[in-house]
């Protein structure tokens, strides 16, 4: 059950970067750093998610100008400000929510033998559970895309760090409390600013970037009490 619930393409993709930076190496903060970052790099390789720009007027009088990296403000072409983003911040994102839940759901299977269970289809509040008493909701983003050309984009707000994804992680958090309100409730991300570190409050129970060795043994640790 644990791998064959990974969909395609992150199946094939995190058990890679499994076998290449966590299995038979000392479980550190670095190699976990790479096993994400990887989980990320690997999915935009898959789906072409890169970020690249090109000029819509040119392309109208059917002379392309496009490039790699964040649009210019002005075509270097035609000097016009018709310059577009192709994958946008939306196509991608869920994408890289999922690369990064699952990197996760792997990684807590295959290193720490501890299963958690995708939620069943509908569920909004959260991506994984243990009983119905225990919901991990996951927020993990790329800080950095790696384009064809080598070029390195950085993306500014991963994870947490983002305001809207913190919004949304806590409307999940109050909705999930209305529904149970002994329930523990925890957010697992991949950078989060430094006012959310052991942040907790009557909806959140916790939140851990989990590719800090240390946060992973205190999530363990704080699961481990609320299940026995
Ligand atoms: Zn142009």
């Given at each position: 059950?644990p ?8 199946r ?24 994400f ?25 059917g ?5 790699w ?48 269970y ?43 760090m ?43 129970n ?6 800090k ?16």
């Open positions: 059950m791998l064959e619930a990974i969909p395609k393409p992150y094939s993709i995190i058990q890679q970067n499994y076998s290449d930076y966590i299995a038979d190496k000392d479980l550190n903060s670095a190699n976990l750093k790479k096993y970052d990887e989980g990320f790099n690997q999915t935009i390789k898959y789906y072409g998610d890169y970020i690249c720009w090109v000029c819509i007027n040119c392309m109208a009088v002379v392309p100008s496009f490039g990296g964040k649009k210019p403000q002005r075509c270097p072409r035609c000097k016009e400000s018709k310059t577009y983003e192709v994958a946008t911040f939306q196509g991608r994102a869920s994408r890289m929510g999922n690369a990064f839940a699952w990197s996760f759901y792997y990684l807590m299977e295959k290193n720490f033998n501890f299963q958690i995708p939620t069943p289809e509908g569920t909004n509040t959260h991506d994984f559970e243990i009983t119905q008493a225990v919901a991990i909701e996951s927020k993990g983003s790329p800080s950095y895309i790696i384009n064809p050309d080598g070029t390195r984009v950085a993306l500014g707000e991963p994870g947490l983002r305001t809207d994804t913190e919004k949304k992680a806590f409307a999940n958090a109050t909705k999930y409390r209305q529904r149970n309100p002994d329930g523990f409730f925890c957010i697992v991300t991949n950078a989060l600013p430094k006012r959310l570190l052991r942040y907790s409050d009557r909806d959140i916790a939140i851990y970037d989990i590719t060795k240390e946060q992973i043994d205190l999530f363990l640790r704080d699961i481990g009490k609320v299940i026995i």
